[in-house]
């Protein structure tokens, strides 16, 4: 029989379809992976090719100049921005609508010189400096008093969005917190006038307790595939310490363990299922909110091996046919060949 489950932290639900349900090798993809060049002369983000791109706002260099071979990381602009700090500051409240110019940042992070790389299959020490550029864009951006929010994401593949191959992370910087992220935190904020205590920590306290749908724990991070997961695949990356705001709370002794389980999880995606397109999100607090006793921040990675349609659209209830014990399952099993 089919069931609905609850997510203990947003309240969003999700059904679980077991009578159409697949097990999760029938997921994988079957398209053989597409093999790229190391660089394309036509390709903004391969190495050779900076005068392609508006001017870099950051890069890690050992001895180049800015905006010219020799970089490992590098941060610029998007071309295409949909906000920018160019834009004059100002909010319109007219009788029933409101409106704030497109002010902001949107940047893109080229996590490394080669087009034929993704974050898998990055080297632990290159994942980490693609996280201390993160890092230090979104502290920057945090600095000025109309940014309220700052969401980094990563859109891997056609199915999630991306454009261009060659592998980079956005960030987009608004003056205003998202509702939803607004709701996410309303929601952490009633769990703990209810019980005084973190949500998240609860969870992951009960989730190790049952040890049923963690895929890979460290000393400082656990992965799991949530009990409402609403995508084939989908996991989450949880850090043990509770800590809300990744931009003010991570440290730097916190980025090499998190580049690592970051690393080995996309690769056991991209190893377990054929490298799908996935959605990755860091969920973190608003800049000038103070929930530091009830938010947590974490990582959401959401495959894109189905497609929601219209009773998701409508009503925001997603229907998945994987069932994620056997998901995670599935993956640590997997985990054990990838190594």
Known sequence: MSELRQDIATKRWVIVAHERARRPHQ?????????????????PFCEGNETQTPPEVYAWREQSEPNQPGWKVRVVPNKFAALSPAAKWGVQHPEIFTTISGYGAHEVIIETPQHNQTLATL??????????????????????EHIAFVQVFRNHGAA??????????????????PTNIREEIEEARRFYDDRVHCVYCY??????????????????????????????????????RHAASFIFDAKREDL????????????????????????????????????????????????????????????????????????????????????
């Open 203 to 240: 969870l992951l306290k009960k989730e190790q307790e049952q040890n049923e749908r963690i895929v890979m724990a460290t000393d400082r991070y656990v992965v799991l595939a949530p009990f409402a997961s609403r995508f084939p695949f989908e996991l989450m990356v949880l850090p043990r």
């Open 27 to 43: 997921f994988v993809k079957q398209v053989g992976v597409r093999q790229e060049p190391d660089h394309r002369d036509d390709c």
């Open 123 to 144: 080297p632990q020490e290159q994942v980490e400096l693609v996280l201390q550029a993160v890092l230090q864009r979104m502290r920057t951006l945090a600095q000025d």
């Open 256 to 339: 090499a363990p998190l580049a690592d389980v970051l690393r080995r999880t996309l690769l056991l995606l991209y190893h377990a299922a054929n490298n799908p397109d996935y959605n990755a999100v860091l969920h973190t607090a608003p800049i000038r909110d103070s929930c530091l006793d009830y938010y947590h921040w974490h990582i959401e990675i959401m495959p894109r091996l189905t497609t929601p349609a219209g009773f998701e659209l409508g009503t925001g209830i997603y229907i998945t046919t994987a069932i994620p014990e056997e998901t995670a399952a599935y993956l640590r099993e997997q985990a054990q060949r990838v190594g």
């Open 160 to 177: 999630a969005g991306t454009s261009l191959v060659h592998p980079h992370s956005q960030l987009i910087a608004t003056p205003i917190v």
